[in-house]
């Protein structure tokens, strides 16, 4: 290295010369910071720089990235994502559970995001893992479970701002539904998944969480995400409000008050009964807030007087 007395024999115009020249160098000096999350599976999930080709093995992933501004990271789509526009242009590798791992592989993902629930989700994640793709579960099924994710995700796409930002906001539509709510009285709400073969949202699910932030009362108490149950035990559940789920789970149901062994129930009777998206009220997701704001604006219509429905 010059000695000091070296240096300042260089001409004073010659600097800015010589700092152009060593930037480069400098540049290249600088460290390399590895991006690093623990996901829901207690998995380490480690990348060298932030994800540049992400695919989502799960629909709401999909949307976590629109709301973070980041859908230019995704390189596929799942069978049945059409939107937005430019989600719909991606190859699709396959559904949720049977994902198409050599297409994937081909795709050459430096992250893959996958949700848990089955235990079938978990096999195309040890398939990637063992063939060296970086791949993240989560398993979120109340709003705190999300908002952790959305962070998660955000560090691993270089959006940390971003996910805070959304987080953030999601945080305070949630707590204007609740000071509008707080003290009052909590109806029972059944949330249909699926008819015929009746299926209801139980404890363990996103929908859970939506019914209790709107100021409801989940009519199921088991601890599940999904519980099987007979009309028999819908009747004795009997609830105030009637939720109808209306997506791929449920692509065409029959309005309840249509269907003769439902027109007992009290919430039938009484007109209860809200027809709402399936991917906006079971999918984990930024418009989980918005469920959220239409449901309670149903169950507690005198706190939102004057608004329209979100």
């Given at each position: 290295?010059?000695?000091?007395?070296?240096?300042?024999?260089?001409?004073?115009?010659?600097l800015?010369?010589?700092?152009?020249?060593?930037?480069?160098?400098?540049?290249?000096?600088?460290?390399?910071?590895?991006?690093?999350?623990?996901?829901?599976?207690?998995?380490?999930?480690r990348?060298?720089?932030?994800?540049?080709?992400?695919?989502s093995?799960?629909?709401?992933?999909t949307?976590?990235?629109?709301?973070?501004?980041?859908?230019?990271?995704?390189?596929?789509?799942?069978?049945?994502?059409?939107?937005?526009?430019?989600?719909?242009?991606?190859?699709?590798?396959?559904?949720?559970?049977?994902p198409?791992?050599?297409?994937?592989?081909?795709?050459?993902?430096?992250?893959?995001?996958?949700?848990?629930?089955?235990?079938?989700?978990?096999?195309?994640?040890?398939?990637?893992?063992?063939?060296?793709?970086?791949?993240?579960?989560?398993?979120?099924?109340?709003?705190?479970?999300?908002?952790?994710?959305?962070?998660?995700?955000?560090?691993l796409c270089?959006?940390?701002?971003?996910?805070?930002?959304?987080?953030?906001?999601?945080k305070?539509?949630?707590?204007?539904?609740?000071?509008?709510?707080?003290?009052?009285?909590?109806?029972?709400?059944?949330?249909?998944?699926?008819?015929?073969?009746?299926?209801?949202?139980?404890?363990?699910?996103?929908?859970?969480?939506?019914?209790?932030?709107?100021?409801?009362?989940?009519?199921?108490?088991?601890?599940?995400?999904?519980v099987?149950?007979?009309?028999?035990?819908?009747?004795?559940?009997?609830?105030?409000?009637?939720?109808?789920?209306?997506?791929?789970?449920?692509?065409?149901?029959?309005?309840?008050a249509?269907?003769?062994?439902f027109?007992?129930?009290?919430?039938?009777?009484?007109?209860?009964?809200?027809?709402?998206?399936?991917?906006?009220?079971?999918?984990?997701?930024?418009?989980?807030?918005?469920?959220?704001?239409?449901?309670?604006?149903?169950?507690?219509?005198?706190?939102?007087a004057?608004?329209?429905?979100?």
């Amino acid at each position: 290295m010059k000695p000091l007395s070296a240096w300042r024999r260089i001409p004073s115009r010659a600097l800015p010369r010589l700092f152009l020249c060593l930037l480069p160098l400098l540049t290249l000096c600088e460290p390399v910071h590895a991006l690093s999350i623990q996901d829901d599976s207690g998995h380490e999930v480690r990348l060298e720089r932030p994800a540049e080709r992400v695919v989502s093995l799960y629909g709401a992933f999909t949307e976590w990235l629109a709301a973070m501004d980041r859908l230019d990271l995704l390189v596929s789509r799942t069978a049945n994502e059409h939107e937005p526009k430019r989600v719909a242009a991606l190859p699709a590798i396959g559904t949720h559970l049977r994902p198409n791992l050599e297409r994937i592989l081909a795709l050459r993902p430096d992250l893959v995001l996958q949700m848990s629930g089955r235990d079938a989700a978990m096999e195309p994640v040890r398939f990637l893992r063992e063939h060296g793709i970086p791949t993240a579960v989560f398993s979120v099924h109340d709003f705190p479970g999300l908002f952790s994710a959305l962070k998660r995700v955000g560090t691993l796409c270089d959006a940390e701002l971003e996910a805070g930002n959304l987080v953030g906001s999601m945080k305070e539509r949630l707590a204007e539904v609740a000071s509008r709510i707080r003290e009052r009285r909590r109806p029972s709400v059944f949330f249909e998944v699926r008819w015929p073969n009746l299926l209801g949202a139980g404890k363990h699910s996103m929908v859970d969480a939506v019914i209790r932030a709107a100021g409801g009362r989940n009519a199921l108490e088991q601890g599940k995400k999904l519980v099987r149950l007979g009309q028999e035990a819908l009747l004795d559940l009997n609830p105030d409000v009637y939720v109808v789920q209306k997506g791929p789970m449920n692509p065409d149901p029959v309005p309840p008050a249509e269907r003769p062994q439902f027109t007992v129930l009290g919430a039938v009777r009484s007109g209860k009964v809200l027809t709402v998206d399936e991917r906006r009220f079971s999918r984990p997701g930024p418009r989980g807030v918005g469920a959220v704001e239409k449901l309670a604006s149903f169950l507690h219509p005198d706190a939102f007087a004057g608004e329209n429905a979100p």
